[in-house]
């Protein structure tokens, strides 16, 4: 995007995040679909800050009002399958992922965007919160990303996780939202925007206009199909099998969805199947394009039909504005190219792919008491 005054960029986003949540407000409190869940022994806000969380299936990223971005650690839990206790959370788990003893499981609880664990879910939210402040027992008001694409059930599960891990008032925001908020798109105005956020678990397309969404896809691809297809092309084309971590750090190696100026080489160890010996081969970066090809081509497939399903005047605004590239699967090199070629829209990558969703919803919690008293706390 555009460099400009970063203090101007943060008014004018101030600026859009309040009237985007009163066009949501009023929304919501028509279609009845306001999301407003409260502690039942509500404590006195005791100075706690609000806080905004992206519980992202790959990384947790937390916003604290006032403060900013606080932390941003994978998403992962690791447990004691004996004892049931919480051994490690964060980038400490993900270390242990493939590497712990019998008795401890280093997991991811959200699966393509939704939670697969709640227990551990709730203990992930619960460290991040005692994280957020700097003590175990906070109740701050939290509002939570949620995919567009997600069943009410499993919204409901994402606010009683937080409920159950501290939060003393939960909301959900919709994460294309949050990303076009973050990215500063102004989307409360009776514009079309269209936003891809590729995720660890997910992809989203979504068309915004005035502070909703108008038409949306989501799709179970994202940067992990990416490593999987990649381990997949390894066992088939060298017969070495490698790890989900190996996967991903080749991706970010060497990976790429447009022929690179310079393609790149890298050696990939792992167990050869038939020996059984670690053995290196070496990998091209024309390969790993190859690997990729089918998970890029779903998402590219998603965008396509979300573009069919837009009606004719938003669609005239998609194409003179473009498309926003959020998430952390929108940083493979080529991409943006890949995506212009195949839809004939200028696309954008946003400041901060990785957080701006985060920070999307922190501008949301700025407004908080708009949600908040519009609609009366659900008993
Ligand atoms: P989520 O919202 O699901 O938590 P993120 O937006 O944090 O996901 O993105 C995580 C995904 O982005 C991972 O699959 C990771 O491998 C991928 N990713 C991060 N950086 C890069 C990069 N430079 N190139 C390609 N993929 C990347
Ligand atoms: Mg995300």
Not at 33 to 61: C, E, F, M
Not at 233 to 238: M, N
């Amino acid at each position: 995007m555009a460099r400009v005054d970063a203090g101007a960029l943060w008014a004018g986003a101030c600026d859009a995040a309040r009237r985007v949540c009163e066009a949501v407000g009023v929304r919501l409190h028509r279609d009845g679909s306001r999301r407003d869940t409260s502690r039942r022994h509500v404590a006195p806000n005791l100075g706690v800050h609000d806080i905004a969380i992206d519980l992202g299936t790959a990384n947790t990223v937390v916003y604290v009002s006032g403060r900013g971005i606080v932390a941003a650690e994978p998403s992962v839990v690791a447990v004691d399958s004996l004892s049931g206790e919480v051994q490690a959370v964060g980038v400490e788990a993900e270390r242990m992922i493939g590497r712990t003893p019998a008795t401890i499981s280093a997991t991811r609880p959200l699966r393509h965007g939704v939670i697969a664990d709640f227990a551990v879910t709730e203990q992930m939210l619960r460290y991040f919160i005692a994280r957020a402040f700097d003590r175990r027992w906070a109740h701050p008001r939290v509002i939570v990303c949620a995919p567009s694409g997600v069943t009410e059930v499993e919204k409901r599960a994402v606010e009683e996780a937080a409920l159950a891990a501290g939060a003393r008032r939960v909301h959900l925001i919709e994460e294309p939202i949050a990303a076009a908020i973050g990215a500063g798109l102004r989307i409360e105005e009776p514009v079309g925007r269209m936003v891809l956020d590729i995720g660890g678990g997910t992809s989203e397309v979504a068309v915004i206009s005035l502070g909703a969404i108008v038409v949306s896809r989501s799709v179970r691809v994202g940067g992990y199909e990416m490593d999987d297809a990649i381990s997949h092309y390894l066992r088939e084309a060298y017969q070495l099998a490698i790890g989900s971590q190996t996967a991903e750090a080749i991706k970010l190696q060497i990976g790429s969805a447009a022929p690179l100026a310079d393609e790149l080489t890298t050696g990939v160890r792992g167990r050869h199947l038939v020996t059984g010996l670690p053995t290196e081969v070496p990998l091209r970066s024309e390969e790993v394009r190859e690997a990729i090809h089918a998970p890029l081509e779903e998402i590219l497939r998603a965008i396509e039909d979300t573009l069919e399903d837009t009606p004719p005047e938003l669609a005239g605004d998609i194409a003179r504005e473009g498309l926003l590239l959020a998430g952390g699967g929108t940083l493979l090199p080529g991409l943006a190219r890949l995506v212009s070629a195949r839809t004939g829209m200028a696309v954008t990558l946003a400041d901060s792919p990785l957080t701006c969703v985060a920070i999307g919803s922190g501008q949301a919690l700025e407004h908080f008491d708009q949600f908040a008293t519009r609609l009366p706390p659900r008993r």
